[in-house]
């Protein structure tokens, strides 16, 4: 008796055992670190093949195309110098190319100062960016501007490294 109980025991946690066994993935990610395999791109330079593709006028589209979808800025300052015209020039460049396309431009501060002045430094650099785009052509009713202050930090430290980061606009594609 107590051998059949036994191999009634064992064969019920073979069964189980087995049950909760998975197959293996026909195609398996990426291991980490590991880049996916690249799109095809076809001669004439669009992306052919799915998930690799990229539209014209995307937010995809505008991150490839431009220099940079940020622009920085120095401490408590909020003035467009030399690097972010060059910056902001080649963005008026890709919305004048996509007059339908609407931008949100965020402002941001590092971490330093109060919330309060945070917010209203944020608020400033982000409309001397679209005073920039607009005064280059971009209609107004185009862009518009949200203040995050120090909320969103780009780099997390308390550096001067990572404050240099965080002192930024960033133009973000709406639709």
């Not at 589209?61 to 800025?73: A, E, G, I, Y």
Request: one cysteine or more; hydrophobic letters at 40%.
């Amino acid at each position: 008796m107590a051998r059949l109980t036994t191999t009634i025991l064992l064969a019920t946690a073979l069964v189980a055992t087995a049950a909760c066994s998975k197959k293996r993935p026909a195609v398996l990610p990426p291991a980490a670190g590991e880049a996916p395999p690249p799109a095809y791109q076809d001669p004439n330079g669009g992306m052919n093949g799915g998930a690799g593709a990229v539209t014209p006028g995307s937010a995809a589209d505008f991150k490839r195309s431009v220099t940079s979808d940020t622009v920085l800025f120095a401490l408590d300052m909020y003035d467009i110098d030399s690097e972010a015209r060059a910056i902001l020039d080649t963005q008026v460049q890709w919305l004048t190319r996509y007059p339908n396309v609407r931008v949100t431009i965020e402002g941001h501060a590092d971490e330093r100062g109060t919330r309060e002045y945070n917010l209203a430094l944020g608020d400033r650099r982000a409309n001397a960016a679209k005073n920039y785009l607009a005064a280059r052509g971009i209609s107004p009713s185009r862009l518009s501007v949200i203040s995050y202050g120090k909320e969103r930090p780009v780099a997390l430290g308390s550096d001067e490294a990572s404050y240099a980061q965080n002192r930024r606009a960033v133009t973000v594609v709406v639709n």
